[in-house]
């Protein structure tokens, strides 16, 4: 007994972690429909839509128990119905108010909190309603929708699932009953033995249901005609009308009209199939013969399994082990050529070997593609954010997506939706202009804000772009000095694009007033932070006048990577290979030193070098010693890495190391080599920003290494040995 109890508490837990994942996807589509609605009044399509999703979401909460939600999308769900009502011009405002108190509902639910107000939404609804009553008084309802339409139990949608799934034809039975019949009771049991006599009874209303029943429910698997299962429903005395709709299977290009090929990648925020009643729709208009709209939930097999990510994580932490496996077996071959090169077997050894690799590759592509996700997933909730942050400021704003197809890490998308909407906020509310403002400029009225992402190299390039006044740098130093965020001695030392960086700051702000939207010195802040949590960089590029471009660039995966490894003062370090353009060999009396900051001249340019460790002193002429210049190509600039040797390429797995280990923002990770040794991985964009500090600060030791301190006048343990670096 207590076996049985167990899993049923188990299904209802699954149950409505299902019911929570779709949800979401409910919502984003009742938000996306409304927000059409509001920008094309009177198309039936978005209206449809609206419909849709909301009797959906009713369907799905009834299903889980959470009455109160079911039952806020059934009184939404009977108002646009009315014809009256659906037309008005507040359906979409409406909508929306109701997707958020849906979504703050959801989370209580989840958290088991207190549930919401109801009341102000329950009032909007009932003032939509309102507009739907006749001169007469009475509300006109939609002919086509009868309000008896029950939904199906489980066991009853199993039923009519699998009978589809078997071939069988199924046809939902809709009969209204004469409300002057004198014995409803028996009525409805001859009904029943009416339908039950044309074929297999899959679903009927319950035996023990009392009181006024205008209209009876029923599916049955026959081999009849709808005609002829009509005709049988028609019962003198009894029945006044039937009508008789078949029911069809569902495809999924159906059920979710806007995935896309990479969105049915499995995902654990993407739901596959609602689980919502089949009687999503109402029976047809006209009692003729008729095809339903199709099931909403999902009847037969499905080429789509919901995985947790975690073992997604899983499989690719193992991935990673046989990578690193793989390159034992690299290495013990290697060794064995050397001492037995004439050997027989070294021939199968080479050929097992590359089989290996490309199999391992292969695997290593396909697990990848699990965790990418399209950007899109992220893109999506923008423009209702655009929306209301645009009303709240009094602006008018267009707002347009590129790049949305651009895939990410699913850990990374999640990771960046909140310093996002800080940007998307952030250009509405300081960026783009007033409408009067904007024609004074001789700028459109309406502002332009832009979302792009697109891949450069091993990164995922996300920018937010408007087309307002700009950021004006003296303005921010200003600030910035008036907050006592930095020293006038500092300011003055500032380039203009670290002046830009200080709004980053915490703590910083330049509005002038304290509002809902902003004053109050919190937000960008948080794009910092998280930034440097992914390894990430943002950069700004602003024109006053004419706009401002928030570039974020995140690696495209935490993962793995094919590094180029090289040494300094005897120690493994690693970057990626594709951010390397070229690698120059130079002595040291061929670097020069100007303004502060070492440069070599390489060919018919000046490049810029930046030093990782120290001169090396082994007792020749320093001047005479050579070193290897990696040429690196990141966030638009150009520079050269010293390094002391180099050791190869090698496939990478990256493993993330804690603040206890690293604290150096200069190390992105670690990884293990074949022979057991490992190696640190170097964060380009991190090296980036402090080349740049280096350049614009002439009191700093631009020729000392980046990867070493001193500490009373005797190196200290860097980085790699667990120290500051």
Not at 337 to 344: E, I, L, P, Q, V
Not at 428 to 449: F, S, W, Y
Not at 620 to 626: E, F, H, M, S, Y
Request: net charge neutral.
């Amino acid at each position: 007994m207590s076996s049985s109890s167990d899993h049923g508490d188990d299904r209802n837990a699954e149950l409505r972690q299902l019911f929570f994942e779709s949800a979401q996807e409910l919502l984003q589509a009742l938000n996306e429909q409304a927000m059409l609605l509001e920008k094309s009044p009177g198309l039936e399509e978005p209206l449809r839509g609206i419909r849709r999703s909301v009797h959906t979401l009713k369907g799905d909460a009834a299903a889980c128990g959470y009455r109160e939600l079911s039952e806020l999308a059934h009184e939404l769900e009977d108002v646009l119905m009315l014809e009256a009502s659906a037309a008005a011009a507040s359906v979409p405002d409406v909508a929306l108010r109701a997707a958020d108190i849906f979504a703050a509902m959801l989370d209580a639910y989840r958290l088991g909190k207190k549930l919401p107000n109801l009341q102000p939404i329950r009032q909007a609804i009932a003032e939509l309603a309102s507009q739907s009553v006749s001169e007469e008084g009475r509300p006109q309802r939609r002919s086509k929708v009868h309000p008896e339409a029950r939904r199906w139990t489980e066991y009853e949608r199993l039923a009519i699932g699998k009978a589809l799934q078997q071939g069988k034809s199924v046809y939902r039975v809709s009969v209204q009953l004469d409300p002057q019949c004198g014995m409803p009771i028996a009525a409805r049991q001859m009904v029943k033995a009416a339908i039950a006599a044309t074929g297999e009874l899959l679903a009927a209303p319950a035996d023990g249901s009392t009181g006024p029943v205008q209209w009876l429910e029923f599916a049955v698997a026959s081999e009849r005609s709808a005609r002829d299962l009509r005709d049988r429903c028609r019962i003198p005395t009894i029945a006044l009308n039937a009508r008789v709709a078949k029911l069809r299977r569902k495809s999924r290009q159906q059920a979710h009209p806007k995935s896309t090929e990479t969105s049915r990648q499995t995902s654990p925020t993407t739901p596959t199939t609602s689980i919502a009643s089949v009687t999503a729709a109402a029976p047809p208009q006209n009692p003729g013969d008729g095809e339903a709209p199709a099931s909403p939930f999902a009847t037969g097999p499905d080429n789509v399994l919901r995985v947790d990510a975690e073992k997604i994580d899983n499989v690719l932490n193992l991935v990673g082990e046989l990578i690193l496996a793989k390159s034992m077996l690299q290495q013990t071959y290697s060794e064995f050529s050397d001492r037995f090169s004439k050997d027989a077997l070294h021939g199968k050894f080479s050929d097992a070997l590359a089989f290996q690799a490309r199999v391992l590759n292969d695997l290593q592509r396909s697990v990848m593609k699990i965790r990418m996700v399209p950007v899109d997933q992220l893109f999506r909730r923008f423009p209702r954010v655009v929306r209301d942050v645009a009303r709240q400021c009094g602006k008018e704003v267009d707002f347009v997506v590129k790049g949305e197809d651009t895939d990410l890490d699913k850990g990374i998308l999640d990771a960046i939706a909140e310093p996002l909407t800080h940007l998307v906020r952030n250009a509405i509310g300081h960026g783009i202009e007033g409408g009067d403002e904007r024609a004074r400029a001789g700028k459109p009225r309406h502002g332009r804000l832009q979302l792009n992402a697109y891949h450069q190299g091993n990164q995922v390039v996300i920018e937010v772009s408007d087309d307002g006044h700009g950021i004006d740098a003296e303005k921010v130093r200003q600030r910035a000095l008036a907050q006592q965020l930095l020293t006038p001695e500092q300011a003055s030392r500032l380039s203009e694009t670290e002046t830009l960086n200080l709004i980053f700051n915490a703590g910083f702000s330049t509005a002038e007033e304290i509002t809902e939207l902003s004053g109050r010195g919190v937000g960008l802040d948080v794009v910092r932070s998280v930034l440097d949590r992914l390894k990430g960089t943002a950069q700004i590029e602003t024109v006053t006048g004419r706009g401002t471009t928030f570039r974020l660039r995140l690696p495209l995966t935490l993962a793995i990577i094919k590094a180029l490894l090289f040494r300094v003062e005897e120690r493994l370090y690693a970057i990626p290979l594709n951010a390397v353009a070229e690698i120059a060999r130079a002595r040291e009396e061929d670097i020069r030193q100007v303004e502060q900051y070492e440069v070599l001249q390489l060919r018919n340019e000046v490049l810029p070098l930046l030093r990782l460790g120290r001169p090396r002193g082994d007792g020749r002429d320093p001047a005479a010693q050579k070193v290897f210049a990696l040429v690196i190509h990141t966030d638009d600039k150009k520079f050269g890495l010293i390094v002391d040797a180099l050791e190869g390429e090698d496939e990478l797995v990256i493993k993330a190391l804690d603040d206890q280990s690293i604290s150096t923002e200069l190390v992105s990770g670690a990884s293990i080599l074949g022979n057991g040794r490992v190696v640190l991985i170097l964060n380009l964009s991190a090296l980036v920003e402090r080349f740049m500090q280096l350049r614009s600060n002439p009191q700093a030791e631009c020729s000392a290494g980046l990867l070493w301190t001193t500490a009373g006048g005797s190196p200290r343990r860097h980085a790699a040995a667990g120290g500051q670096a």
